[in-house]
């Protein structure tokens, strides 16, 4: 567990920020719908907020995939 997150932090390994960034996101917007299932609505994130961190988290998983598909420059 701690190999894969010194990987997560590391420059050049197999995990990368935007996965971390992404996969964040996600747990918080699982944790939020989990969380506003059993309170009331009163203390609801607002939905632009919801919307926010739903665009951050898809947008960081979709640019890591985009990433091994995209063709590298050689220097």
């Not at 917007?29 to 632009?48: C, E, G, K, Q």
Request: net charge positive; charged share 20%.
């Amino acid at each position: 567990m701690l190999t894969w997150i010194k990987k997560m932090f590391s420059e050049g390994d197999e995990v990368s920020s935007k996965r971390f960034v992404g996969i964040a996101g996600s747990v918080s917007l699982i944790a939020t719908m989990v969380a506003n299932s059993f309170t009331s609505l009163s203390i609801a994130p607002s939905d632009a907020l919801v919307d926010a961190v739903l665009i951050l988290a898809l947008g960081s998983l979709g640019l890591t995939s985009a990433d091994k598909f995209a063709k590298r420059k050689s220097q």
